[in-house]
């Protein structure tokens, strides 16, 4: 880039300012990586989550099912005690009893089957979603540690770039005149981080204000003095448009 009026310490603030513009673009895209993990671990997460409730819900059906058997023999151990008793019975009221008593447990034996068999179709059904959970949660296992990888050797190479942009930016301002990189500090500091702008048909492209014309010019020509927007305080620049180099060049 070629500054109008050859203003070597304008030159000097204008790479600082680029500098500090890529310092600022390697902070914020190092700044975002944990949080794209982060996201991507969820998603793992939310499969993982499927998987073991899947696991739970079978792992409590099993016990039902168990508990249901477990009925079932009891009520027939029950039922055979009835039985057992039927040939010492005296009177026909008390046989009718014992008949009534072991109709009483074979309803009960068939409804507890009943809900066995609801039980193991339930358990049927979640066992054949559990291949499809882990595959997915398995494939998605191997996709985010691949991503991961991907995004620890990222956050390696940008802050191997930032801190060779913070270097740089160091040495060079080391190379300015203090009370100038103290002028650009505060502007710095109070303008969003931007110190240095450029002027483009005399407006300042920091707050978008008109610049004086005498300013303007002096902006466009000074090769020592430098100007500062009336109204945002940035230093001013005026870039050389290839199209204006091009037309200077040409005689008239
Ligand atoms: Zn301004």
């Given at each position: 880039m070629i500054i109008l009026g050859g203003n070597k310490q304008l030159e000097q603030l204008v790479t600082l300012q680029k500098l500090d513009d890529e310092v600022k673009e390697l902070q914020e895209t190092l700044a975002l990586i944990p949080g794209q993990v982060e996201k991507s671990r969820q998603e793992l997460e939310t499969k993982k989550a499927r998987l073991n409730r899947l696991n739970t819900e079978i792992e409590d059906l099993k016990k039902k099912r168990g508990q249901c058997e477990q009925d079932v023999k009891s009520e027939n151990d029950h039922m055979l005690k009835a039985q057992q008793k039927l040939p010492s019975v005296k009177t026909n009221k008390e046989y009718s009893a014992l008949l009534a008593e072991i109709d009483a447990i074979k309803e009960k034996i068939s409804s507890i089957e009943d809900r066995e068999l609801g039980i193991m179709e339930a358990l049927d059904q979640k066992e054949a979603e559990i291949p499809e959970a882990k595959q997915e949660f398995e494939g998605h296992q191997k996709e985010f540690d691949e991503y991961k990888a991907r995004k620890d050797a990222e956050a390696a190479r940008v802050q191997g770039e930032l801190d060779a942009a913070n270097k740089k930016r160091e040495d060079m301002a080391a190379t300015l005149d203090p009370k100038l990189v103290s002028d650009y500090w505060k502007i710095f500091s109070r303008r969003d981080q931007v110190a240095v702008v450029a002027m483009k048909d005399g407006i300042c492209?920091?707050?978008?204000q008109l610049i004086r014309p005498q300013v303007a010019i002096e902006v466009k020509s000074s090769d020592k003095l430098l100007h500062n927007c009336h109204s945002c305080h940035r230093f001013l620049y005026c870039e050389a448009e290839p199209a204006e180099d091009a037309e200077s060049a040409v005689p008239k």
């Open positions: 492209q920091g707050c978008f």
